[in-house]
């Protein structure tokens, strides 16, 4: 279908999600800074590819090694650029320190610096293909919580654009559709930045699975009415009691399927739990640019001088949520102590 990011020991080649749906353009990033800008400006999006994408650009950093430079130097300059490019997806510092890890394991049996390098780029790519192998077992696992005749609402875009593989949450529905069980697929357009509407859509126009996009603010009649089955949504960071954080919107979605008895389905891998927060509270959650509220393909949709609250996230809280679905299989409440990272 498209290959979202691929890297070939020199360089990162990366679908520009910005331009989808319209134009399907490769951006060739070069070094630890350019991976950090595509992280940060969202050419790359979705917590296991920002995470794959912070390994490349950490794979980079011994690439163009200055004389004055130590190993050592380059690539915690790196880590530092790529570490601060977004806040909230824990993969992204799951990346940073499965690079750490094999970057000091390298320094330690003595490596040259092409022995260095190789072990970054064997290591990243370890990570690639590790991330795919937990979306391939949670679209699995996850289709096997949807019903026959199911229809299931989404938000925001969690599928191969997201994650390497076919996706968490829309790996499931994917899955399900497969599987005959999915009769249509509502999608969240997931304002301010409509990675539903461009990305999910796109995704499942081009497998021919019916869908609908609707207004975020539709999913609410749409329910109340009876005609979803199930919403599953992915997961940027899970804090230790299982508090969740996502895309903004999905805390009303949460809270809308706990109203009305429904599912609520959170599907991730355990690159995104982060054993070290213990709830919600501590996740940090990103404020984006003002203009991305203001601003629609260009044009202000607000009145010159409007001011705009732009959080990327919301944190739902994990009593709301019917069951995780991880690489390890489905766990439903008490979810504490039962999923290890
Ligand atoms: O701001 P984004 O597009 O990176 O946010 C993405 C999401 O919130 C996804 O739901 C999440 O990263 C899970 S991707 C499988």
């Excluded at 319209?22 to 991976?35: G, H, V």
């Excluded at 260095?116 to 391939?136: C, G, H, K, P």
């Excluded at 996706?167 to 899955?175: D, H, N, S, V």
């Amino acid at each position: 279908m498209f290959e979202a990011i691929s890297f070939n020991g020199s360089s990162i080649s990366l679908l520009d999600q910005r331009a989808l749906p319209q134009q399907a353009s490769y951006l060739t990033l070069k070094t630890p800074k350019e991976a950090a800008w595509a992280i940060h400006a969202m050419a790359v999006r979705g917590a296991p590819m920002i995470g794959v994408t912070a390994a490349f650009g950490m794979a980079l950093s011994l690439r163009d090694l200055r004389e004055d430079e130590s190993l050592e130097q380059a690539f915690q300059n790196a880590k530092q650029q790529i570490h601060t490019s977004r806040p909230t997806a824990k993969n992204l510092f799951f990346a940073l320190h499965a690079m750490e890890d094999a970057f000091q394991e390298a320094l330690r049996e003595g490596l040259s610096l092409k022995g260095a390098q190789e072990r970054l780029n064997a290591r990243a790519l370890a990570l690639f293909r590790e991330e795919t192998q937990r979306s391939e077992a949670i679209a699995r696992f996850g289709a096997g919580l949807i019903p026959t005749g199911a229809r299931v609402l989404t938000h925001c875009n969690t599928g191969s654009l997201a994650v390497p593989g076919p996706g968490t949450a829309l790996g499931a529905i994917k899955e399900a559709f497969a599987q005959g069980k999915v009769k249509e697929v509502y999608v969240d357009e997931t304002r301010p930045l409509l990675q539903g509407s461009r990305l999910t859509a796109f995704e499942l126009s081009s497998l021919n699975i019916p869908y609908k996009v609707i207004a975020d603010s539709a999913a609410a009649g749409l329910i109340e009415a009876g005609k979803v089955d199930a919403v599953l949504v992915g997961a940027d960071r899970i804090a230790k009691n299982g508090d969740t954080a996502n895309k903004v919107g999905t805390l009303m979605l949460a809270r809308l399927c706990a109203v009305h008895g429904l599912p609520f389905f959170v599907l991730a891998p355990t690159s995104t739990i982060d054993p070290d927060i213990e709830d919600g509270s501590g996740i940090p959650i990103e404020e984006r640019n003002e203009a991305e509220v203001l601003m629609l393909s260009g044009t202000l949709v607000a009145p010159p001088g409007a001011r705009a609250f732009n959080p990327a996230f919301d944190v739902t809280p994990a009593g709301l949520i019917c069951a995780f679905v991880t690489e390890q299989g489905v766990f439903q409440p008490p979810f504490l102590g039962s999923i290890s990272e």
